[in-house]
């Protein structure tokens, strides 16, 4: 049925898929050569990471695009659709919401390296830099989780994955801030603008979370715009900032 189908992926998403994939992909090439030109080999660990975690997220859009990295699961709450002329349950012919998968592994890998992007910058002590990547682990697994759950019991992992979020907000505004600013007021000033513009837009993760996965709300076509841009954002965008930021920082203050 062809207003049924409508509801999963289309063919434009899949358009805007390889596009971001072509973004990611680039970026990360785009990283290593600005590494390689602008840094001897002891200081690109910025600029590797970034390209990294870009390289990763194109893997998973090139997943995503070929329409791959997804599950059906049942859902609780149905969106209504029209058939023909009438509005039906579109749960009684199609109870499930294809759920991606596919970001969830992209984020294990990538949003660790977007903190440590962050925290290498501060000399934060090696502790506390584990339990952030550990909270960011737990947080992006329990939304996993949460996200293959086809009761209201989802929205427990939900709030085990957002304590774990605000963990991690503590951790990046109090001691990390506190030990940047022990490195200069030029390596402070540049953590804190990051680190502000990495908490503002991974807050706007969990929001489409409870309207995709969650809620199941809006459509996975409308996720995948949503997730795309934020996903641009928050990788590319933001390690392009960052690095360009912190060139006019002296690394050997870091020790590396
Ligand atoms: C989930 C659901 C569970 C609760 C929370 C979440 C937060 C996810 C975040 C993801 C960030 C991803 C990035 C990807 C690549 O750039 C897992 C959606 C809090 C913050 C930055």
Not at 3 to 18: E, H, K, P, R
Request: with cysteine; charged share 10%; glycine share 6%.
């Amino acid at each position: 049925n062809p207003t049924v189908a409508n509801i999963d992926i289309t063919t434009a998403a899949s358009d805007w898929l390889w596009a971001v994939f072509a973004v990611m992909a680039l970026s990360a090439i785009v990283l290593l050569v600005l590494g390689h030109a602008t840094r001897p080999i002891g200081e690109r660990a910025f600029h590797e990471l970034a390209a990294a975690l870009c390289f990763t997220a194109s893997i998973a859009y090139y997943s995503m695009a070929s329409d791959l990295g997804a599950t059906a699961v049942p859902v609780e709450f149905i969106r209504g659709g029209t058939l023909g002329e009438n509005w039906v349950d579109v749960g009684v012919l199609r109870p499930t919401r294809s759920i991606w998968y596919a970001r969830y592994i992209d984020w294990t890998i990538t949003t660790p390296l977007l903190l440590l992007e962050l925290a290498l910058t501060t000399a934060l002590p090696l502790s506390q830099v584990f339990g952030l990547i550990f909270f960011d682990i737990v947080m992006i697994i329990t939304g996993l989780l949460g996200a293959l759950t086809p009761t209201r019991y989802k929205w427990g992992f939900f709030t085990f994955g957002c304590v774990a979020m605000l963990w991690i907000f503590w951790v990046l505004a109090v001691p990390a801030r506190k030990s940047a600013s022990h490195l200069g007021t030029d390596f402070h000033r540049t953590y804190t603008s990051s680190a502000l513009m990495l908490c503002v837009l991974w807050l706007v993760y969990p929001v489409i979370w409870a309207v995709c996965d969650g809620g199941n709300v809006i459509t996975p076509t409308s996720e995948m715009v949503a997730y795309g841009v934020l996903d641009l954002l928050a990788k590319p965008v933001f390690s392009f900032i960052h690095v360009m930021q912190l060139s006019r920082l002296d690394y050997a203050r870091l020790g590396m």
